[in-house]
């Protein structure tokens, strides 16, 4: 299936984030949606959060309802609350902060990954000083127009059902028995990844990162762990078409006890507030309360459209996509009638690396938007020969040059090095037994 999805992004190009801007502004049809949200949960550990915003400001003090978006956010704790309550509090503010302020809205879609990438490494960077050993997944959802923007670190879900019936996924699953990839990133880095061993030798339970014994790769916390456990999300950015689609948020309480598909078809056609509760209700009922349970749903729906309809049967429909519809690359032209294609997700950006010099190395035109002189990560000001650049081109200090960046400063320049296994991480690496010396 990853081979097959590799291919498809091959042979598919990405719209544009102009191209869509540009048909929404364009036409008449393309009214900013009307974003209900319902949450519900059950709580067995008291370590699941959410945040809720429906009225943010790209620019404080703008009253335009064009200039607003909304956040949702589940921060799944683990080992104690103290990461997920500090990511609550923190992270957005991070992550704004990392944007450049007096952008247009089209340059701050385009310059919301890498700052989405920036705010989740610095809220980790900034926990580590709390001296708390408590970690937490983040799916962190910003909803701008039509167009939604997705990151995330751990094994929380976000999916999304568009008005069509086709469903996609919109996170990435961080646990390491799920990706070859990461065992291999932290290995290298200097982990230790295996099961748990108990008496004679014999290795039970999921795949774990030692020490500490986490089951995910990336998260926000974990100081116990390693630092090779990298809070670097993946991000994932799409345009929904003006028929609209739901969100479905959820922690792995709701995941270990229902398929995506269980899940839409046990709420759709309810309104979002009664949907949440009868995916906990469904999720508890499979499985008990083993786990905190929560669930965020979020309805994208055409101005004045209260219930979301059943969307239309259609064959296929349990079959979930990795991979988003987008337009065939006969055609090299990025006009906008190569693109115009009714009633489907178009993606718009997609990005899961965990190497943090590749997230931050962003292209032209989208690098202009960034200031130069200043770290990418915490947003301290540099002077022209302190900042380190993320190429590692440099062996000895001497004055920048604009090409050479972007730059961090030190403190964050040694988080990256220890994030990559290039000094020593938090810890030291033991294999974990239960039974034998």
Same mark, same amino acid.
């Given at each position: 299936?990853?081979?097959?999805?590799?291919?498809?992004?091959?042979?598919?190009?990405?719209?544009?984030?102009?191209?869509?801007?540009?048909?929404?502004?364009?036409?008449?049809?393309?009214?900013?949606?009307?974003?209900?949200?319902?949450?519900?949960?059950?709580?067995?550990?008291?370590?699941?959060?959410?945040?809720?915003?429906?009225?943010?400001?790209?620019?404080?003090?703008?009253?335009?309802?064009?200039?607003?978006?909304?956040?949702?956010?589940?921060?799944?704790?683990?080992?104690?609350?103290?990461?997920?309550?500090?990511?609550?509090?923190?992270?957005?503010?991070?992550?704004?902060?990392?944007?450049?302020?007096?952008?247009?809205?089209?340059?701050?879609?385009?310059?919301?990954?890498?700052?989405?990438?920036?705010?989740?490494?610095?809220?980790?960077?900034?926990?580590?000083?709390?001296?708390?050993?408590?970690?937490?997944?983040?799916?962190?959802?910003?909803?701008?127009?039509?167009?939604?923007?997705?990151?995330?670190?751990?094994?929380?879900?976000?999916?999304?059902? +568009?008005?069509? $019936?086709?469903?996609?996924?919109? =996170?990435? /699953?961080?646990?390491? #028995?799920?990706?070859?990839? @990461? &065992?291999?990133?932290?290995?290298?880095?200097?982990?230790?990844?295996?099961?748990?061993?108990?008496?004679?030798?014999?290795?039970?339970?999921?795949?774990?990162?030692?020490?500490?014994?986490?089951?995910?790769?990336?998260?926000?916390?974990?100081?116990?762990?390693?630092?090779?456990?990298?809070?670097?999300?993946?991000?994932?950015?799409?345009?929904? +078409?003006?028929? $609209?689609?739901?969100?479905?948020? =959820?922690? /792995?309480?709701?995941? #270990?006890?229902?398929?995506? @598909? &269980?899940?839409?078809?046990?709420?759709?056609?309810?309104?979002?507030?009664?949907?949440?509760?009868?995916?906990?209700?469904?999720?508890?009922?499979?499985?008990?309360?083993?786990?905190?349970?929560?669930?965020?749903?979020?309805?994208?729906?055409?101005?004045?459209?209260?219930?979301?309809?059943?969307?239309?049967?259609?064959?296929?429909?349990?079959?979930?996509?990795?991979?988003?519809?987008?337009?065939? =690359?006969?055609?090299?032209?990025?006009?906008?009638?190569?693109?115009?294609?009714?009633?489907?997700?178009?993606?718009?950006?997609?990005?899961?690396?965990?190497?943090?010099?590749?997230?931050?190395?962003?292209?032209?035109?989208?690098?202009?938007?960034?200031?130069?002189?200043?770290?990418?990560?915490?947003?301290?000001?540099?002077?022209?020969?302190?900042?380190?650049?993320?190429?590692?081109?440099?062996?000895?200090?001497?004055?920048?040059?604009?090409?050479?960046?972007?730059?961090?400063?030190?403190?964050?320049?040694?988080?990256?090095?220890?994030?990559?296994?290039?000094?020593?991480?938090?810890?030291?690496?033991?294999?974990?037994?239960?039974?034998?010396?």
């Amino acid at each position: 299936m990853a081979a097959a999805a590799a291919s498809v992004a091959r042979e598919r190009p990405m719209v544009p984030l102009a191209v869509l801007l540009r048909r929404e502004i364009t036409s008449e049809k393309m009214e900013r949606p009307d974003v209900l949200h319902g949450q519900a949960s059950q709580s067995k550990k008291g370590e699941d959060f959410t945040l809720l915003e429906t009225d943010c400001r790209r620019v404080p003090g703008d009253r335009d309802a064009d200039a607003t978006f909304s956040v949702f956010a589940l921060f799944d704790g683990h080992n104690g609350s103290g990461a997920a309550t500090y990511a609550k509090e923190n992270l957005l503010d991070n992550v704004l902060s990392a944007i450049p302020s007096d952008l247009t809205r089209e340059e701050w879609l385009a310059a919301l990954p890498r700052a989405l990438v920036a705010g989740f490494v610095k809220t980790d960077k900034e926990f580590q000083t709390k001296a708390h050993t408590s970690g937490t997944t983040v799916t962190f959802v910003i909803i701008d127009g039509w167009v939604v923007t997705v990151a995330s670190v751990g094994d929380s879900r976000c999916i999304l059902e +568009s008005a069509e $019936g086709s469903v996609y996924y919109l =996170s990435a /699953d961080h646990r390491l #028995d799920s990706d070859e990839e @990461e &065992v291999e990133r932290i290995t290298v880095s200097g982990g230790e990844v295996g099961r748990l061993n108990i008496v004679g030798g014999t290795e039970i339970g999921p795949l774990r990162c030692w020490p500490g014994g986490l089951c995910l790769s990336r998260s926000i916390g974990d100081m116990d762990v390693g630092e090779f456990i990298v809070p670097v999300p993946h991000v994932k950015q799409v345009k929904l +078409s003006n028929a $609209g689609g739901r969100l479905i948020i =959820s922690s /792995d309480g709701v995941w #270990d006890a229902l398929t995506s @598909e &269980v899940a839409l078809n046990c709420s759709r056609g309810l309104p979002a507030y009664v949907a949440a509760h009868q995916i906990v209700k469904e999720a508890v009922q499979v499985k008990g309360l083993r786990d905190d349970t929560t669930c965020i749903v979020i309805d994208i729906l055409p101005p004045e459209k209260i219930t979301p309809a059943p969307p239309p049967k259609k064959a296929g429909i349990g079959v979930f996509k990795n991979m988003f519809r987008r337009k065939s =690359s006969e055609s090299s032209s990025h006009s906008d009638r190569d693109f115009i294609e009714p009633d489907v997700v178009e993606e718009i950006f997609e990005e899961g690396s965990a190497l943090l010099g590749q997230r931050l190395n962003t292209a032209y035109p989208i690098r202009s938007l960034f200031k130069l002189f200043i770290c990418a990560i915490c947003q301290v000001e540099l002077k022209p020969d302190e900042g380190i650049s993320i190429h590692g081109i440099l062996s000895v200090p001497r004055k920048q040059h604009p090409w050479d960046g972007p730059f961090l400063c030190t403190s964050c320049q040694e988080k990256r090095e220890a994030m990559e296994g290039k000094r020593p991480s938090r810890g030291s690496s033991f294999r974990k037994s239960f039974g034998s010396e």
